[in-house]
């Protein structure tokens, strides 16, 4: 028999307030996961089948302007599994969380609750990033077979590092859509954010093929850090100081990125839920 | 349990609560009564310590709401004037994660579940998608989930406005046992029938001011007669009926489709309109209500 005298308490810190929301995320996970799971099997399988192999056939580069890559598919596989990640990172925070504070208002009510907004934050980043973990975790073993990973070290290392880029574009987009009053500027953000980015931050060719200027651009770039960082993991190719010291800037910025973008989420949710 | 004074709220340039002074008790049932736009949702808001006050002082249950909002929301109940129930959610869902958010162990929140489905009589949609239901349905779930907590103070923001009027006896019945219990229920309303049948004690506010206090019985002794006779005449005759009834009676109203009179004896006053040879299309005699009072009060009707 449960103590139905149970009080309710405030939670002691923002970690234990999001634990709070396991089980609502939970429900929500099993509403969805069986389509998030054949799509995140799939997708990347029809990508790198289209891109990688067939296309990439006709692609016989020397492998020094690959980035050291062997061939076209080694060199575009950590590519994609950098763009998963941020498609992933953005997904789950524009159209969520515009429905979470506008259309059913479901914050609204956790703020009723003992809860803050930075539980929420932290609870809706948490799935965020636990949906781009396990979807690049199914990326890494379905290209098992086409024998693209350099080391078994190296492709558990992109794991964190998809973490990582996910949560660079996941915490600013969620300030901005838990302050925007509605979703027009989303498809600007897809469209002239995420879609150019995807095709030109280095995820399919060189960035040095796209000339002097335009390559500074898709340096300061969250996805070409983020591919650069994964395409060093997967290829091995950290082997030298320099390089060394590029991945810790690639971790250092992307690091920076999620960072502000959190203090900005919670500050945004915090003016928008509490006024 | 709950003491505000001086209690201001501005958005920017506009002042949607200027000064008010609160007090509820242990155990009354408390209510604003106001039209649209009167301060009564930004008041709730404040007191649900989810909003900071601008000016003055607010206590709930003893603690400050800006500093201590976690733990006055842990201890209220709070049903709000829009549904923000999860529409992807069962029925028994939502009361269910609504209860972890309070911290309550999962064994606790289960119980709770199973009892609140069946105070609302909800039992058999517990399985239901919430998009499902019906706007009474929504509304009682919505009253569930505020309870899960076992809330010291239950607040409620226009909880039947919107629903049909079986659908709204059934809400005031429940809202009655809680009383019974022992529940301090604040709620806001802009219908006198609800203020006259839940409350104990009501504020009446206006463009966000407090113009008047008491239990309903009071208001209406003090700022209405114990009848009144209305009566109709037809579109755009009110005008000019007005003046040869305006001696019958100390105070009359004449709105665009009636004419209200105060008397303590309305049968009495209207034979003397028959005698007059007045012929009314319909005429009504009729306790005073809270609707008189805020007429009264403010010069308009309730309800738009």
Known sequence: MAD??????????????????????AIVYRRTWRGSLVSSFLTPLLYVVALGVLLGGFIAADPDRLEGAPTYLAFVVPGMLAAQAMTLGIGEVTWPVMSMVKWQKTYFGMVATPLRPADLVLAHLAFTGFRVLSASAVFALVMVPFGVWGSWWGVLLTLPTQLLLGMAFAGPIFGYAAGARDESMFSLIFRL?????????????PVANLGAP???????TPLWHGVDL????????????????LAAIHVAYLAALAALGWWWAVRRLGRRLIS | MIAATGLRK?????????????????????????????GKSSTMRMVAAVSPPSAGTLRILGLDPVLDGPAVRARIGVCPQEDTLDTELTVSENLYVYGRYFG????????????????????????????????????????ARSLVNRPEILMLDEPTTGLDPQARHVVWDRLFRLKEQGVT?????????????LTDRLVVMDKGLIVAQGSPAELIREHATREVVELRFGVGRHDEVAPRVDDLVDRIEVLPDRILLYADHGEE???????????????LVRRSTLEDVFLRLTGRTLVD
């Open chain 1, 4 to 25: 139905l005298a149970q009080t309710s308490r405030p939670a002691t810190g923002t970690l234990a307030g999001a634990g709070r929301l396991l089980d609502y995320w």
């Open chain 1, 193 to 205: 954010g995420m879609i150019p980015m995807f095709l030109f931050s280095g995820a399919f060719f």
């Open chain 1, 214 to 220: 335009l390559e500074a651009l898709a340096r300061v």
């Open chain 1, 230 to 245: 994964t395409r060093m993991l997967t290829l091995g190719t950290l082997d030298s100081g320099s390089e060394v010291l």
């Open chain 2, 10 to 38: 501005s958005f920017g340039e506009v002042e949607a609560v200027r000064g008010i002074d609160v007090e509820v008790r242990p155990g009354e049932a408390f209510g604003f009564l106001g039209p649209n736009g009167a």
């Open chain 2, 104 to 143: 309550l162990p999962r064994a606790v929140v289960r119980e709770r579940v199973a009892e609140l489905l069946e105070f609302v009589q909800l039992t058999d949609k517990a399985k239901a998608m919430v998009d499902d239901l019906s706007g009474g349905m929504k509304r009682r779930l919505t009253i």
């Open chain 2, 185 to 197: 229920i604040v709620l806001t309303t802009h219908y006198m029938d609800e203020a006259e049948q």
């Open chain 2, 269 to 283: 006053v209207l034979a003397r309109v028959h005698e007059r040879g007045l012929a009314p299309v319909a005429a």
